[in-house]
């Protein structure tokens, strides 16, 4: 149980453009996402922290206006990467609680590495 | 602030066995997770301590000593797909993750 999905596992854009990546909880309702990000070799970076039906609460540093986050089901949060440059390029994972308590541990996606040109 | 410390890497033998530590000063504890996170995938959950003592599950156990700010892995038996990275993360007192940078495990025959 409490299987997550992302997608896309790879993808490559040209700057400027925007990108989408999904998260889906599989087999349980997630009332709270979490979206990291981590560049190589250096540990993961909470950027956002996804609550559906409300507005994303992201962590200090990190822009909302370029990160756009929507939780619109209990089941789905997606990422935008909007206008894109090669310092975003970096793999994104996402994550949810299971529904076991605040307590409970966190299952991840398989991740996105982004890779824009 | 909040800190998490962990090596940074470690090196063991095939069939051998390693402890990985974790030293933490965290506001507030509500449990101590570890996860093993292979190089260009997501991590994936190892184990959770939340009292004090070792919590065994298989090959890997997990301890705890919340007077101390401090945990290990202990990987037995280890085997070549053991070499990752190994992530403790510490959940403060609003139930926030903080992780540490990670421990990079390389196994040799």
Redesign the interface.
Known sequence: GAVVS?HPSRVICKSGTSVKIECRSLDFQATTMFWYRQFPK???M?MATSNEGSKATYEQGVEKDKFLINHASLTLSTLTVTSAHPEDSS?Y?CSARSPLG??S???????T?LTVT | GQNIDQPTEMTATEGAIVQINCTYQTSGF??L?WYQQHA??????LS?N?LDGLEEKGRFSSFLSRSKGYSYLLLKELQMKDSASY?CAV?DSN???I????TKLIIKP
């Open positions: 992302q250096q540990s993961l909470l793999f994972i605040e307590s541990p966190l299952h991840f996606g398989n991740g590495r | 509500n449990g997770f260009g995938e997501a991590p994936t959950f959770y939340v992530l959940m139930y926030q993750l992780w540490g940078a990670g």
